[in-house]
């Protein structure tokens, strides 16, 4: 018993004695941010009220909870970096930073991370940077609804929203970003879960995959980007229930698929992209219960792909369904819905009686020679797709769907 | 009596009676009947307005040409000795034959405009997105209608033999709705090293059919054709530009015909 309340007494004690809260403010003696830090002890609290605090370079480096009162501003006057964590347990909340550093030789964000664990990056929001949150050689943190629009124009001279680079386990939610060079970009960075973010209008990616393992991403919404989301030279990535959409122009793709294995594509929306899916040396894929609407290609399949599986997904009004380059073909189509498939179903079981071909001569055409694309939807062009449907010599003959649905799928 | 034969009796006279005599035929209720069937089965089929949009384009750049040149071929000749009887009177030429030539493209364009649109309209048109995409149809069929029907009264005003004249019809329906763009797809393929962007383009102005149908890309695939290079097809597809071109293109497709209608009927010997 005199024990416990020692143990009591202690902790009380230990508690008045380290976390105290400390308040930032104009004319509090901590008038700027850099002062609190530097009087406030471990694991205390830092208050930051309303206001305009100029400054840059500001590094955390103790366990500190440094929260904004009504969006207070952290003004770097396009000085370089502005906050810099390099301890552990550091939570940031609710500031408003802007005006970071320009350079061609550092990449500096409003707010970096380094070499840290169990941070919390939350409720902020940033304007005119250049990188946004950089997360480096960390472990074990959140970034949670941040909303961070940038000016990017040029992709030679803008940085990206969110960048994880060799960090594991770090979980970006209910982020909104816009005008940055890539949205969210992971590089080294494994066992990430990445959910209900928005990321559009970005100059080059929405998200980006490199180098990275067994992420997550899901429910997340990519519109107007250069292209949606490139996932490259990554492995056992999980995607689910996205949306890719508006992914306009000449190498735009909803979805960039590049050397990419053991993949799951699932319950994913693309609409109106230019080209779906663009998959490029992938192998052993899973599509399942997505929905590729009025593409211009749905998918695009470039050499050395094998055995990428697409099982219950549906095709509506697309240009092209599939497109090859090759006439090799190792990948399976099973059970979709094609809005293209005229066949019928006299048993009445729900799938077609006669076998759908997802990929047409004319797709090998313009594949050769791109002005072609002229001719779409010519009467003419029908007839020698008719006729390359009944006889195969261009297109892969064992390309089908064996089992294509009356109905389109819904889950 | 003798008031009345000085009245005189213009164009739009003409024009009038071919429609009220067109209106009172078998041919233009098949025609309504036919699209107004096509519609129907469409939307009962499909139920989803933006897919049948796509379906009717098919169907409206190919038939609509045809019925066009046949019609308008038929038309002529039918009624080769009314216009004698005309020719008689103190009427003039180009009022007779585009008085003619009028009465029958608006009377097949109404058919179609009617014919289509009122099941789209009873389907719920007008609360759909796809209402500017079938105006755009509508328009377009409507325009193809006038450029057909003026070819094929070209065609009949050059040839005084019927068989001579439907067989020269269907070859040009045939030409333009399919071996154009077969000769067209190999001039591609064959110079394919050559920058092909304007060519390209200038091929598909030169035919109606083909002008229509990039018409309707326009709008129904342009995800698709922003996936080319080429700077002239940016500018083309990309921005209104290519819409404006392709009207006026369209325009001038009505007009040259039609010109050509008039200086020919003043000429010819009957």
Same mark, same amino acid.
């Given at each position: ?411 | ?48 307005? +933006?897919?049948?949009? #796509? ?53 097949? +364009?109404?058919?179609? #405009? ?122 083309? =597809? ?5 819409? #404006?071109?392709?009207? #006026? ?13 008039? =200086? ?7």
């Amino acid at each position: 018993m005199k024990h416990i309340i020692f143990l009591i007494a202690a902790i009380f004690m230990a508690n008045s004695t380290i976390a105290q809260t400390i308040e930032v403010c104009k004319t509090c003696p901590n008038s700027t941010l850099k002062k609190g830090i530097a009087n406030a002890k471990s694991f205390d609290t830092i208050v930051v009220k309303n206001g305009t605090y100029k400054e840059h370079n500001v590094i955390v480096d103790k366990p500190l909870t440094i929260i904004g009162k009504n969006y207070p501003v952290i003004d770097g006057e396009l000085k370089g970096e502005i906050i810099t964590i390099i301890s552990d347990s550091v939570t940031v909340d609710g500031l408003f930073i802007k005006n970071v550093g320009n350079s061609y030789t550092e990449d500096y964000a409003a707010i970096r991370v380094k070499n840290s664990k169990h941070f919390l990056i939350q409720n902020l929001v940033l304007e005119k940077l250049f990188f946004g949150i950089y997360i480096e050689k960390s472990r074990y943190g959140k970034i949670f609804h941040n909303k961070i629009v940038g000016e990017a124009v040029e992709e030679y001279n803008s940085g990206n929203g969110i960048q994880l680079w060799y960090s594991k386990n770090v979980e970006i939610e209910h982020n909104f970003v816009q005008h940055v060079r890539d949205g969210i970009y992971l590089e080294f960075s494994d066992f990430c879960t990445i959910k209900n973010n928005e990321s559009t209008l970005n100059v080059r990616y929405g998200l980006h995959f490199m180098f990275s393992n067994d992420d997550t991403y899901q429910d997340n919404t990519f519109e107007n980007n250069g292209a949606g989301v490139a996932v490259m030279f990554s492995k056992r990535i999980k995607m689910f229930n996205n949306t890719f959409k508006e992914n306009w122009g000449t190498a735009s793709y909803g979805l960039l698929l590049k050397e990419i294995n053991d993949a799951e594509i699932e319950g994913n929306t693309f609409e109106d992209n230019t080209i779906g899916i663009n998959v490029e040396g992938s192998n052993r894929i899973s599509y399942k219960h997505n929905t590729f609407k009025e593409n211009g290609w749905a998918v695009k399949v470039k050499g050395a792909c094998y055995t990428n599986i697409f099982t219950e997904n549906n095709f509506l009004y697309n240009s092209f369904d599939i497109a090859y380059n090759s006439k090799v073909n190792d990948n399976a189509f099973d059970r979709n819905y094609w809005s293209n498939y005229t066949g019928y179903d006299l048993d009445k079981n729900g799938i077609g009686d006669v076998p759908y071909r997802p990929v047409k001569l004319f797709s090998y055409i313009v594949n050769r020679t791109p002005e072609t694309i002229i001719l779409l939807r010519s009467m003419f062009i029908d007839i020698i797709d008719f006729s390359e449907k009944v006889s195969p010599v261009f297109t892969p003959d064992d390309l089908l769907d064996n089992n294509p649905q009356i109905k389109k799928l819904t889950w | 009596m003798r008031l009345r034969l000085y009245y005189p009796i213009t164009m739009l006279k003409i024009l009038k009676y071919s429609f009220y005599d067109l209106m009172r035929s078998r041919w233009s209720y098949v025609y309504f009947a036919f699209y107004l069937l096509l519609g129907v089965v469409l939307l009962f089929l499909n139920n989803d307005l +933006s897919k049948a949009v #796509i379906t009717l384009m098919n169907v409206i750049i190919v038939l609509v040409p045809l019925i066009g040149t046949i019609f308008g071929v038929m038309y002529y000749y039918n009624s080769q000795e009314f216009t004698e009887l005309l020719l008689a009177q103190p009427v003039k030429r180009s009022s007779i034959f585009l008085g003619q030539y009028l009465g029958v493209a608006l009377s097949l +364009s109404m058919s179609l #405009i009617l014919g289509l649109g009122i099941p789209f309209v009873f389907y719920g048109l007008f609360e759909s997105s796809a209402i500017w995409d079938f105006s755009l149809l509508l328009v377009t069929g409507t325009f193809l209608t006038l450029i057909f029907t003026a070819l094929a009264f070209n065609i009949a005003l050059t040839n005084e033999n019927k068989i001579k004249g439907f067989g020269y019809a269907i070859l040009l329906w045939l030409f333009l709705a399919v071996i154009y763009d077969g000769l067209f797809l190999m001039t591609l393929i064959l110079f394919e090293d050559y920058p092909l962007d304007k060519l390209s383009l200038i091929g598909t102005m030169l035919n109606p059919i083909d002008l229509s149908r990039t018409l309707i890309l326009l709008k129904l695939d342009i995800s698709a054709l922003l996936g080319y290079t080429g700077a002239v097809f940016k500018q083309f =597809f990309g921005t209104s530009f290519g819409f #404006i071109i392709s009207f #006026i293109m369209l325009t001038i497709w009505v007009v040259m015909p039609v010109l050509r209608i008039v =200086f020919k009927s003043k000429k010819k010997d009957f």
